[in-house]
């Protein structure tokens, strides 16, 4: 019996070690852009994609949260935006964790890049329209939607293009 015992107590020794994985310091994750630059290009998201037919909608992959769209529990109902804002900061990190949550490992690429070659990332193709995408081509290289998200993945968002973008007419092309 003791055998047995000394087995078995081996056995879970050895599968312990084996499915433990790595200590959390060699752990690999996602490199993204600065989380506190997040809210000008989340109120954009929010307005331009976060209605509730469109990624404001619980089954989309992309999930955008905010007074315009999609609210987490702890929002007060209402909604001053563009941008007067009631979008909370819990909703502001709910998008920022959706967005780079989709491709990391492209999303890392980019960031560590210095935001060079934005076009890599899903988002980008589909809201400049050179992939298919439901809403249509939503912004252009070089216009302010575009550079408030391209701006923000170079690692300084531009807060300007973030406004004047929130200000512009919501059309798609």
Same mark, same amino acid.
């Given at each position: 019996m003791t055998? &047995?015992? +000394?087995f078995l107590i081996g056995l879970a020794l050895a599968l312990a070690v084996a499915c433990g994985g790595p200590p959390d310091d060699? &752990? =690999?994750?996602v490199v993204t852009p600065d989380p506190a630059q997040f809210p000008p290009v989340s109120l954009l998201l929010d307005h331009r994609c976060g209605s509730l037919d469109c990624h404001g909608a619980r089954t989309r992959n992309l999930q955008v949260y905010g007074c315009e769209g999609l609210r987490l529990g702890t929002a007060t109902p209402g909604c001053r935006n563009a941008s007067g804002t $009631?979008?909370? +900061? !819990? !909703?502001? $990190? +709910? @998008? %920022? &964790?959706?967005? =780079? +949550?989709?491709e990391p490992a492209v999303m890392t690429s980019v960031v560590q890049g210095k935001g060079q070659n934005p076009e890599l990332? @899903? %988002?980008v193709r589909k809201a400049r329209g050179t992939e298919s995408h439901k809403g249509g081509t939503l912004v252009t290289p070089g216009d302010d939607q575009d550079i408030c998200m391209t701006s923000w993945l170079a690692g300084a968002v531009d807060k300007n293009a973030c406004a004047r973008a929130l200000a512009a007419p919501v059309t798609a092309r």
């Amino acid at each position: 019996m003791t055998k &047995r015992i +000394a087995f078995l107590i081996g056995l879970a020794l050895a599968l312990a070690v084996a499915c433990g994985g790595p200590p959390d310091d060699a &752990r =690999v994750g996602v490199v993204t852009p600065d989380p506190a630059q997040f809210p000008p290009v989340s109120l954009l998201l929010d307005h331009r994609c976060g209605s509730l037919d469109c990624h404001g909608a619980r089954t989309r992959n992309l999930q955008v949260y905010g007074c315009e769209g999609l609210r987490l529990g702890t929002a007060t109902p209402g909604c001053r935006n563009a941008s007067g804002t $009631d979008t909370t +900061a !819990e !909703e502001h $990190d +709910a @998008t %920022f &964790r959706s967005l =780079v +949550a989709l491709e990391p490992a492209v999303m890392t690429s980019v960031v560590q890049g210095k935001g060079q070659n934005p076009e890599l990332l @899903t %988002f980008v193709r589909k809201a400049r329209g050179t992939e298919s995408h439901k809403g249509g081509t939503l912004v252009t290289p070089g216009d302010d939607q575009d550079i408030c998200m391209t701006s923000w993945l170079a690692g300084a968002v531009d807060k300007n293009a973030c406004a004047r973008a929130l200000a512009a007419p919501v059309t798609a092309r």
